[in-house]
Structures are given as C-alpha cells and as structure tokens.
C-alpha cells in the first residue's frame, strides 16, 4: 500500500534539491505531485522524469498573482490539494551581519516568510471545506540553534518554523495539520551561499565537527521526512519542528 495514494500535492522549490527528492517520493508513494519554482526549465525537468503523475508550473512563490495561479492549475489538473510543501528557500551569503544589503534581507523574508502566508490565504479555504490538509514548512536547524554568519536568513527561517506552530493551533479544529521541517546543512544548490565558501570536502569538513552523526543531510532525509508527515503515520502529528540534522539542534 502506497503512503500517498490518491493525494495531491504541490511541492514549492522542486526544480532541484530537496524539492526535487521530495517530488520524487511522493510519487513513488501513489501522490500526484505539482512541481513548483521560479525555474521552469529545471521544474519541466523534474515534472517529465516523474511522468503523468507531475506537472510542472513557474511560480515565483513570494508573487500572491503565481500562488493564485499555482494553486488554481492543481485543481484543474489533479481535482483538489491536500498537501502543500513550502520549500522554495532564499538565502544571503554567509557572512557578517552588517554586510547583507537591504533587498537580499527583503528577498529572505518575501520567499522564506511571506510565501507561507500567501500559500496559506490559497489553499486554507480549500481545506478547510475538505476539513483536511498537510502544509509542511521546510525551516531551518539555524532558526532553532543559529551559528555566525547567516544573521537575516535564520530568523526568517525560525519566522517559518515558528508560524508552522501558530498555523498548526489555529488549522487544528479544521482538520489541517502543519509543520515544519529543520534540515541541517546539505549539499544542494545553496550550500556555498551556506558555507560562505566554495563547496569543496576541505570546507564541508569544517562544518562536520558540529553535527553528531558526522554527515551533511542528504535531501533524501528530508524527503523521507516529508513524507511521514504528509502521510496517516503523522495523523496525531501538528504544529511540531522536526530537525532532520543528525543531531546538530541537540
Ligand atoms: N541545503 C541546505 O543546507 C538547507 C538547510 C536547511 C534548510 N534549507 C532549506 O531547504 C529549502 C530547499 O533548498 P535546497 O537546499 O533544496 O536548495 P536548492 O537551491 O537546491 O533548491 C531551492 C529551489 O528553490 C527555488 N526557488 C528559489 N526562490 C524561489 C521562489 N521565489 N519561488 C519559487 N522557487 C524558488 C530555486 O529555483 C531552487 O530550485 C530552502 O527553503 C532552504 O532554505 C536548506
């Protein structure tokens, strides 16, 4: 028995990372699945390796006219939406506070913050008539245990964690579960804006020394996350942040 089966999902930031993986699983457990991101080429890649189960549809999700129209094509397409994964992510570069301009600490919070409330003004009442829905937020571990360096992107990363738990209370009587997940960090296409530096082991090493289990997340961690939350397994489960950080938040 598949874990999705018969549930629409539309995944933000899917053209690559952990948007990608997520699309992926989702699929393979029975979802159908919209891919999103300000990427077309990249989301249309994704879409056509995932066949007649996937769409693919530019969205830059921090512009309510592209969450509208978002949302609306996965009705037309797919009938309804039951989970929503809001995991396109924007960050500065690593370095010191003082130094990021004024439009990159706008862009983090327009694409990490305000895109969570977008989402929510469009597909809220369309659960709240099912009286169900999955929303998962991909935070951050920096919003929980920040570490020098990425001062504007953390707190609107812990902004995304924290609104996960305010939307769960609220959502609860509707039969809307959200959370939020809290990878640590990854070798995906952000990682050197992350590090501050070029992505080679040497650097990733430096990072290594603060994550118990010796590794950087790999997006099918956080896949597999999103999964057990959007699934029945998670029924019970709201309003939690999940690190998926092989112990760095401890
Ligand atoms: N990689 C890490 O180390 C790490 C750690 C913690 C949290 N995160 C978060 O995970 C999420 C996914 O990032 P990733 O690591 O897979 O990086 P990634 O760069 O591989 O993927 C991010 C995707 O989001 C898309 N995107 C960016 N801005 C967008 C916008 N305004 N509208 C639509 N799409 C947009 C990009 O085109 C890209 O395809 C982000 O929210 C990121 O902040 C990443």
Redesign the pocket.
Known sequence: MSMLSNKVAIV????????AEISRLYVKEGAKVVV????EE?AKKIAAELGGSAIAVK????RRADIENLVAAAVKQFGTVDIVVN?????HRNGSMLTVEEAQFDRCF???VK?IYLMAQSVVPLMRQKKSGCIIN?????GMRPRPGLVW?AAS?AAANLVSKAMAVELAPDGIRVNAI??????????ED?MGMANTPENQAKFLGGIPMGR??K?ID?AKAALYLASDLADFITGVELPVDGGRSV
């Open positions: 933000t930031g899917a053209a690559s990372g952990f948007g999103a991101d300000l990427n990249g969205c830059d999700v921090s995991n396109a992510g924007y960050t327009d694409v990490n895109a991909v935070g951050s571990v920096s992107y990363k809290c990878p640590v960090m990854s070798a995906t296409g952000m990682i992350f950087l997340a997006p956080i």
